[in-house]
């Protein structure tokens, strides 16, 4: 009988690993979770390969290789760019509970339909942000039937409470299904052209206990030596003399070089290495090494981890000059490819500080921001300061990164390097020299937040002496904070309204000229806001459609939303014309992917809808108070706080607001918030009213009126209106409270005539479920439903079933609806 051909890099699947794959079709979330070497990843790739000649199956794969978010969230995009979706393309990277669940109802949305689809994310270990193992779980409760997420990791990753919700939605595999046993070992070893004893099988078996790996590099060695390794050798040494030590010099140099990388193209390790005959090598080795891989688009080359671990040893045993060489052309790469993070961690690695900090400036502080603040402060420890003084552009942009870290005498610091650098430099161009310092006087300005007397000498220091845009700030950002209103963000002081909207008319201009424009209407929103305070209804109509116009196609939606908060609010005193529902404003900003804007949007409506008091329709968020969910920026916090206080007065939750009161006007006053504290004042007065407790109440409310009088003061009165008259009737009679009294009895009028509450037979519903019924009455099918709340289909059916189970609603599909659009045209 002819003696079987040798061939290591066959795929072994056994019958039982098989059929423990199986349940993965049935499945929303399969986690894969075994050590390093079981074989995770082959045998998933095996099951997705069948699943695509089976099914014809959609497949995504996404690999992550470092616990950096940013990068991981790179590669999410990438994959889904490969598999012919673009939904991700500008998506930014969810940085908390609500960004997730926004991502989740895109992924449901895009991904639904009758088409399976397998999304496969690879080494999910090496990310350790909790959260996104928490985002899975989510995901996994909203994927539509056709959707299947597989997760293969060293360590678990599932919490038990998850593991529990999801049921029998989860398919678990771990290393009882992918370790080989005594059987299995037999015919893998045959299949590789190994004939061994039951007696070496059973050695052999004891030796590495079943571990795909170790199997793989014992046969690899007895082929080549005669004799089963040492069982005393650790894993990496038996792969070393295995695998690499037997190369040619250029082919373990090659491979020790190409470990550094995550994932390679042919042109990209052409350009590293230099290796003329790169791609002839990489066809050796992909043929011959079962641990380097072609993914399936057929460019893209992947090291499995032993080997790179092993390659990098490798690596470092070259020349140090060498270990720099290779390093600066890795660096090289990614810069011109535009992945500056990585590009960083070479030339940082490579101790290239020159080429490093050409990438900060790149980058504007844009991807540095992910990176954790230790780690930056240490790569500037690093850089000789002298290189330092050659970058001031990256001085700059590390002086903004300080600033957000808070990291405040560490930017003073590189104050102090920037203005030494330019002292050194005394050929500098004299404009360059103005942009330098004209650029560290608005990052500066920062630090005089809410000041705007203090902010405006900076900035026209700054436009002064500048003659291009600041690179250390983006004009795509956020402007507020996530406040939905300006004037409550530069209010500091009882009887300076008319000083500060002065000031902030003449300071803008100057911003926007050194920044392209950044926040640009703010002035304009701000006066409206003021007009609007004091009761000046048509001279706020007419400046906030005039900062409507001024923002009109310039991209400053934070801007916008500022508009609508207050548009909103002028709507519940004056008839005005409505620019877009709120169903169409929300369904505009979830194409747009920014929670950030969402987050506004939601304290908008939840305002709205707190002095209407419907509360039914106040968004989730905050009706049932989880803003814990939210990332919300310090400076924004204090306004989104007193919109839940109003959630709360609808809810009549007045213990509740009063509770609250100390802490926020602590936190206001540290800010010098004085709108927001006046706010809080009658809000918590409006508390005690309901509560009985007059004393309490007309104490407030005197203490208001005080601060409300020198710049004219009434809504936030008026917005309260109903829970503070019966105490108003008892104040002193002035003239600020003559107007407030009038205009509160106007609002009321007007609030009944915009009420539009829900049958109390569908109170039980939540806010999805009755915009769900809304839609069911506009006769839209759920195909249709399912587009407009950017959900999946199946999602749609869901709900509906769960609204007619919440309203014991029983029959066929027909009575059933005919049942639900009676009950909706119940009133109460």
């Known amino acids: 009988m002819p003696k079987r051909k040798q061939d290591f890099n066959t795929i072994y699947i056994s019958e039982r690993l098989q059929e423990a794959l199986r349940p993965i079709s049935r499945c929303a979330l399969t986690s894969v979770v075994a050590p390093m070497g079981y074989g995770k990843t082959t045998a998933v790739n095996w099951y997705l390969a069948e699943r695509r000649k089976e099914e014809n199956a959609r497949i995504i794969r996404i690999s992550v290789y470092s616990d ?21 393309l500008d998506y930014p990277c969810p940085t908390d509970a609500a960004g997730g669940s926004l991502l989740s109802d895109d992924l449901c949305h895009t991904l639904a339909g009758e088409k399976p689809c397998y999304l496969f994310i690879d080494d999910f270990h090496l990310l350790t942000d909790v959260h996104t193992a928490a985002f899975l779980c989510t995901l996994a409760n909203r994927l539509p039937e056709n959707v299947h997420v597989i997760v293969a990791s060293r360590d678990r990753f599932l919490p038990f409470a ?3 919700r999801l049921g029998g939605r989860l398919c ?47 046969l690899r060695t007895l082929a080549e030596r005669g004799t089963l390794p040492d069982q005393k ?8 003399a295995a695998m690499i030590a037997p190369l040619p010099a250029d082919a373990r140099e090659f491979l020790a070089v190409m470990g550094l990388a995550d994932e390679f193209t042919l ?31 057929g460019k893209v080359y992947r090291f499995h981890h032993m080997m790179k671990e092993c390659a990098k040893r490798t690596f470092h045993t ?41 990438i ?3 980058d504007a502080g844009i991807l540095l921001s992910s990176l954790p603040p230790k780690a930056v402060l240490e790569a500037i420890e690093e850089c000789p300061v002298p290189i330092l003084k050659e970058h001031p552009l990256a001085i700059l942009v590390l002086m903004r990164s300080m600033f957000n870290w808070r990291l405040i005498p560490e930017m003073m610091q590189m104050k102090e390097l920037l203005l030494t650098a330019i002292a050194e430099h005394p050929n500098l161009p004299e404009q360059e020299r103005g942009n330098l310092l004209g650029e560290c006087d608005l990052i500066l300005s920062f630090l005089m937040y809410n000041d705007i007397s203090a902010m405006s000498r900076l900035h026209r220091s700054a436009s002064k002496q500048m003659s291009r845009p600041a690179v250390s700030i983006q004009n795509i950002g956020g402007w507020s904070f996530g406040s939905p209103s300006v004037l409550m963000m530069y209010h500091r002081e009882p009887g300076a309204l008319k000083k500060e909207l002065a000031e902030m008319e003449e300071c803008m201009p100057h911003y926007y000229k050194i920044t392209n424009g950044h926040g640009q209407g703010a002035e304009k929103i701000m006066s409206a806001e003021a007009y609007f305070l004091q009761g000046k209804f048509t001279d706020a109509q007419i400046a906030l459609e005039q900062a409507y116009a001024q923002i009109e196609g310039n991209g400053q939606e934070n801007i916008a939303l500022c508009c609508d908060f207050l548009a909103r609010r002028l709507s519940l005193c004056i008839e005005t014309e409505e620019r877009a529902s709120f169903a169409a404003r929300r369904a505009y900003l979830l194409k747009q992917h920014n929670i950030a804007w969402l987050n506004i949007f939601n304290a908008t409506a939840a305002y709205y809808y707190a002095l209407l008091g419907e509360t039914e329709e106040i968004p989730e968020i905050f009706r049932t108070h989880t803003l814990f969910s939210v990332n919300i920026l310090v400076p924004g916090k204090p306004m989104i706080e007193m919109v839940e206080n109003q959630v709360y007065l609808a809810q009549g939750a007045y213990a509740k607001v009063i509770g609250r009161s100390e802490g926020l006007l602590a936190v206001c006053a540290g800010l010098h918030y004085a709108l927001v504290t006046l ?28 601060e409300a009088e020198p710049d004219e003061f009434l809504l936030p009165f008026v917005e309260n209106y109903r829970y503070i008259k019966k105490t108003l009737e008892k104040l002193p009679q002035t003239p600020l409270l003559a107007r407030i009294q009038r205009l509160g009895k106007a609002s009321e009028q007007r609030q009944k005539q915009l009420s539009t509450h829900r049958p109390a037979s569908l109170a039980t519903l939540t806010e999805r479920e009755y915009e769900i019924v809304k839609l069911m009455a506009s006769r839209l099918r759920n195909r249709e439903i399912a587009e407009k709340l950017f959900l999946s289909e199946g999602s749609v059916k869901q709900y509906i079933n769960q609204i007619y189970s919440k309203l014991q609603i029983e029959g066929d599909t027909h009575s059933k609806r005919k049942q639900l659009f009676q009950l909706l045209e119940e009133k109460t």
């Open 68 to 88: 950096n978010l940013a990068i991981f969230w790179k590669s999410v995009q990438d994959a889904f760019l490969r598999a012919g979706l673009s939904i991700l």
């Open 162 to 164: 998850a593991q529990v």
């Open 172 to 218: 678990q595999l771990g290393t009882a299904e992918l370790r080989l046993n005594h059987a299995e070992l037999a015919v893998y070893a045959h299949r590789c052209g190994t004939a061994l004893s039951d007696a070496e099988i059973s050695s052999l078996l004891y030796t590495s206990e079943g571990w795909f790996s170790a199997i793989y590099l014992h």
């Open 233 to 240: 050798s650790d894993i990496y040494t038996m792969f070393t």
């Open 267 to 297: 042109e990209m390790a052409h350009f590293i290495t230099e290796t003329p005959h790169t791609e002839k090598l990489l066809t050796t080795l992909t043929e011959q090494n079962a641990f380097v891989k072609r993914l399936p688009d």
């Open 318 to 358: 070259l020349p140090p000059e060498k270990q720099a060489a290779y390093r600066s052309r890795f660096g090289i790469w990614y810069e011109e490819h535009r992945q500056y993070l990585h590009a960083m961690a070479a030339y940082r690695q490579g101790k290239n500080y020159d080429a490093l900090l050409r």
């Open 360 to 362: 900060v400036e790149q």
């Open 679 to 706: 706010h809080l004042r009658i809000q918590t007065a409006a508390a005690y009213a309901m509560l009985g407790k007059t004393e309490e109440a007309r104490t407030l409310l005197l203490q208001a009126l005080q």
